[in-house]
């Protein structure tokens, strides 16, 4: 993804005032609801009135009766709720939302340890990608969908994430996990790099939880200067939408009972990445993903418990090629991350 847009996304996000505006809620009392009126009874004691913490009502005439209307939209449930529906999918190691219409998931969630990742009960040769049975069938990828696009089935929770259970690896493969992603370059590279990122954090935290998904991010056109958000969609007929670009939501968490948790999001382009790159390069505001997602990821989260990630830890990726990852999945123990310079 270049700076540009980086800068729009972060610009867009309006990070700062996000901030400052979840301070100033954070911060603001309930309101003290006024008390229900009651029948006045005989008594000598003198009680105050209380008084409402509301501004006073404006006078102005009471309606003579209730509006009654002559339609009644919600009757259409009678027959069905027309949606969205997103789909919740929970897995052993994976939970998510699928969104029908883009046959992607809107979000995968998953959350890793270093008793999870030491663990080595499953192997990806016995795992093969399947479609979910969960999702109705018009709304699902399906396999043939991917025959022939030039795109990868790309995992959102990587199968290394879930080796300590066959099972558990075999649900990283059904295609409510899978966006299509550009391989060489991207899926097979420095996606690559960025899963084993974020494992490798476990070294450094005891517990790191990562949301992962597309997003679908609008474009300059040259010849008349509009945004516009355009994206290649496959299958027969052409069903699944090729995202523009992927997220990864990071939480690392010191593991103490109210203690802080590291932050850090990281937009990547769904296109072919040289891996000199800087993993920096691509950090974002998590406020940025939320507002180009429609997502929140830490809304209950207080402000004085956050941290940022890579003011914690070093966010560089280090660079396997994909035989040599294909041939050991465990590989050797993750590394932990340096202090940043």
């Known amino acids: 993804m270049s700076k540009t847009t980086l800068a729009i996304i972060a610009a867009c996000s309006a990070a700062s005032g996000a901030a400052i505006t979840a301070a100033i809620f954070s911060s603001r009392p309930e309101r003290n609801l006024p008390r229900t009126p009651t029948a006045p009874t005989t008594s000598s004691t003198n009680v105050p009135t209380p008084t409402s913490s509301f501004p006073p009502t ?9 509006i009654i209307a ?11 709720f027309p949606g969205p529906i997103a789909d919740l999918r929970p897995n ?9 219409r883009t046959r992607n998931p809107h979000w995968v969630a998953e959350h890793i340890t270093p008793t999870s ?8 040769r016995h795992s093969v990608f399947v479609e979910d049975p969960s999702i109705p069938a018009k709304f699902r990828a399906k396999l043939h969908d991917y025959f022939r696009s030039g795109y990868d089935r790309g995992h959102q929770v990587p199968a290394a994430d879930a080796k300590w259970s ?13 966006c299509p992603q550009v391989g060489d370059g991207f899926n097979r590279d420095y996606w690559a790099h960025l899963e084993d990122f974020c494992r490798r954090l476990t070294n450094n935290f005891p517990s790191v939880r990562i949301v992962t998904g597309p997003l679908y991010l609008p474009r300059k056109d040259p010849s008349d200067g509009k945004w516009r958000v355009s994206y290649e969609v496959i299958g ?20 103490k009972t109210g203690g802080n948790v590291s932050l850090g999001a990281f937009v990547l382009p769904n296109a072919e990445i040289a891996n000199d790159k800087p993993l920096t390069d691509f950090e974002v505001p998590i406020e940025a993903v939320e507002r180009a997602s429609g997502l929140e990821f830490a809304s209950k989260l207080p402000l004085q418990r956050r941290k940022r990630l890579c003011a914690e830890v070093s966010c560089s990726i280090l660079v396997r090629e994909y035989n040599e990852r294909q041939k050991d999945l465990r590989g050797q123990p993750p590394k932990s991350l340096p202090a940043p310079r």
Request: charged share 15%; proline share 11%.
């Open 117 to 124: 990742l030491s663990l080595s009960n499953g192997d990806r």
């Open 58 to 66: 404006p006078a102005g005439p009471l309606p003579a009766k209730e």
């Open 70 to 80: 002559p339609v009644d939209p919600s009757g259409l449930f009678q027959y069905g």
């Open 92 to 100: 052993l190691s994976t939970l998510s939302a699928f969104d029908r």
């Open 166 to 178: 066959q099972e558990a690896m075999d649900q990283t493969f059904l295609l409510t996990n899978m």
């Open 236 to 255: 027969n007929p052409p069903n699944v939408a090729v995202p523009t670009h992927f997220y990864k939501v990071i939480l690392a968490e010191d593991g």
